[in-house]
């Protein structure tokens, strides 16, 4: 587990460092997040097990939930951040014992005859596909595996497997391990941070072993539990093949006493400490992310060259041919209007539910400066995958703080369209509210699920309190400060005055709306092969460390957004609809309606193994919440460019 470290030790390690990179005879190490350890030769190591895990279910386990053998000091829980006990982790101490650069095999324990309840529990994770997740030195543990001809990585081994052909359950009981470590010769001084999340400096730091690697290959052995039951625990025994007779192999029945034995090999290499992460994240698929971007790239340059010929063919045209006429002929025209000049008078008028648009757009821009500034940290290295649960606590975390722009910006767009500062306050509340309580629902609902079945991932009462502490004492008190600060920013005046009646909107072949969902398409067009690669991270276990590809199609994304809201915008002026206002916020919100469909057909074809309503039931509501965000985030943008061009539209155009 790794060390959780203040922010003022934050600060006083980040200056240590700078001050010591001054030095030319000191070479400084520093990595948010992680530290390095050297281990001497025969220096004992415990590694640590996970939750237990499985892309059937999504539900996660306790580790000793099953009959596995216990440490000798009992079992203690690790500390977690608040991102770890989100995804359901709970990290507990293991028997597992490693001496470093030391090759043995030993006992560990013999169970207690297997009751009934036991023995149907394990076949069932056996056959729900669940893995143990082991972490040595913060390297979770890694298998290979041959499939038509090409290796997989992964992490994690099985709780145990049914044969094809056979209606037997076996349980892995026997692993062989393979620790890769890369000697070090210690170099001047080194910063590194303590176990209590302390930076310091090393002088001539101790040469030793580092651990670089960690692979296991998982066996079922049967052994006898007569003769194995008067070992003691790490007693050495002798080492075995992985049998390939069923025969030889442990299966799982009521009264059996099941033998759990490791052995551990040491393999030099000369994969160096910083490096190490390097297996788990090797990038497959880069030529599908760089043909992502393109394909990103046509649809910004199509939707560009649309732009360019309504603002500089259309706009300025009618614009420069009106400026040049004399008064008499500007007089003339404006009898013979046509287009989006007809809806002058109407086109600011206030949109039905404007207090929601406000509120949506407001916690659309909270939520992309939340992915915006994530991501560009992610991509510079400050969110390593080895800081488990630190992407989504720093996530939570920034999206509290950015509660001050939310009600900046969802006040500044109500007084625009109320014309005055009253109600402001409803505003800011709502806006800290909207997308906090439809998520907090949404969360209560699964956990409920959650904590019927007794998983992990249920998150308990007292996490609860501390995140409607961090809403109500963080982000609703920084909504209204920003709120507040938007009632004294400078009013945006509109350019037009506003006819006291409404003008009647011309009927259309086909509704309007038709167009709006279409229009969702061109930016689902820019992210949907990134989205496979995140949907695989989430469900599948597999790692995503790709935030360069993402922070680029974030920026097309973004990009696409604001141009396919500003070409419909237009469109429905020239056909005299001046209610644009929430057109214009669905025209690149609707994306999330097709991110939302994709979804459920990742369900039904990538994840056919996915088994059960719960499973289901848990999938889709993190998907709904994922999809609301998406919304929010991309109608906050469409709306936000749309209304500054039809405030330059109409700034151009002098009409009585």
Not at 183 to 194: C, H, K, L, P, W
Request: hydrophobic content about 45%; glycine content about 6%; proline content about 4%.
């Amino acid at each position: 587990m790794l060390p959780k470290m203040p922010s003022s030790q934050w600060i006083s390690a980040s200056l240590l460092v700078v001050l010591l990179s001054q030095h030319p005879a000191v070479i400084a190490f520093y990595l948010p997040g992680t530290f390095m350890h050297t281990y001497t030769p025969g220096e004992a190591i415990s590694a640590k097990v996970n939750s237990l895990t499985s892309i059937e279910t999504e539900l996660p386990f306790s580790y000793y939930s099953l009959p596995y053998c216990k440490p000798p000091e009992g079992v203690k829980k690790s500390a977690e951040n608040l991102g770890e006990i989100l995804m359901g982790d709970q990290i507990d101490n293991s028997p597992y014992r490693f001496r470093v650069n030391m090759n043995e095999s030993v006992y560990l324990c013999t169970t207690d005859p297997l009751s009934k309840e036991q023995a149907e529990l394990l076949k069932k994770r056996a056959r729900d596909l669940y893995q143990v997740n082991m972490v040595l030195d913060n390297l979770p543990v890694m298998r290979f595996t041959a499939q038509d001809g090409v290796t997989i990585r992964w992490t994690g081994f099985p709780v145990g497997y049914n044969p094809m052909g056979s209606n037997e359950d076996y349980i892995i009981n026997h692993l062989k391990f393979k620790v890769l470590v890369h000697q070090y010769q210690a170099q001047g001084d080194v910063v590194i941070t303590s176990d209590d999340g302390v930076a310091m400096v090393e002088s001539d730091r101790k040469s030793g072993y580092q651990i670089v690697g960690f692979e296991v290959v998982p066996c079922s052995v049967r052994r006898d539990p007569e003769a194995m039951s008067k070992l003691k625990m790490y007693e050495k025994v002798e080492s075995v093949n992985c049998p390939l007779e069923l025969e030889k192999s442990q299966a799982i029945h009521e009264n059996e006493r099941i033998t759990f034995t490791y052995e551990v090999e040491y393999v030099k290499s000369n994969i160096k400490w910083p490096s190490r992460w390097d297996a788990y994240l090797k990038m497959d698929g880069a030529k599908v992310h760089w043909f992502s971007i393109m394909n990103s790239m046509m649809v910004v340059f199509f939707l560009a060259g649309i732009v360019f010929v309504i603002f500089l063919r259309t706009v300025r045209r009618d614009l420069t041919r009106y400026e040049e006429m004399d008064k008499e002929s500007q007089a003339q025209m404006n009898e013979e209007l046509s287009g989006w000049k007809l809806v002058v008078g109407d086109v600011f008028r206030e949109p039905c539910c404007s207090k929601l648009l406000c509120v949506m757009v407001a916690d659309g821009i909270q939520i992309t400066g939340m992915a915006v500034v994530t991501i560009v940290f992610a991509a510079l290295g400050f969110l390593s995958p080895a800081s488990r649960g630190m992407l989504l606590t720093g996530m939570i975390i920034l999206y509290l703080f950015l509660g001050i722009i939310a009600g900046y910006v969802g006040v500044r767009v109500w007084r625009t369209i109320k014309g005055t500062s009253e109600g402001w306050k409803s505003v800011a509340w709502l806006t800290s509210c909207f997308f906090p309580g439809i998520v907090f629902v949404i969360l209560t609902v699964l956990n409920s699920i959650l904590w019927g079945k007794k998983s992990t991932g249920a998150l308990p009462i007292s996490l609860f309190f501390t995140l409607l502490a961090l809403w109500f004492c963080i982000s609703v008190p920084l909504t209204l400060i920003g709120g507040l600060l938007g009632t004294r920013a400078a009013s945006i005046e509109y350019p037009v005055r506003t006819n006291q009646i409404p003008r009647e909107i011309p009927e259309r072949k086909f509704p309007s709306w038709m167009l709006v969902l279409g229009a969702g398409t061109l930016p689902f067009g820019t992210l949907f092969i990134e989205l496979f690669f995140i949907l695989s991270s989430i469900w599948l276990g597999r790692f995503y460390y790709v935030f360069g590809f993402l922070f680029i199609v974030l920026f097309l994304l973004i990009i696409v957004c604001g141009e396919v809201s500003l070409v419909l915008t237009y469109m429905h002026l020239c056909v005299e609809d001046w209610k644009w206002w929430w057109k214009a916020f669905f025209a690149s919100g609707s994306v999330a309606f097709y991110v939302f469909l994709y979804t459920i057909n990742y369900l039904v074809f990538d994840l056919r193994s996915l088994s059960g309503p719960v499973s289901a039931t848990l999938y889709l509501g993190y998907s709904l919440i994922m999809a609301l965000a998406i919304m929010l985030s991309t109608g906050a943008i469409g709306f936000l460019l749309s209304f500054y061009f039809v405030h330059y539209l109409f700034s151009s155009v002098k009409i009585d």
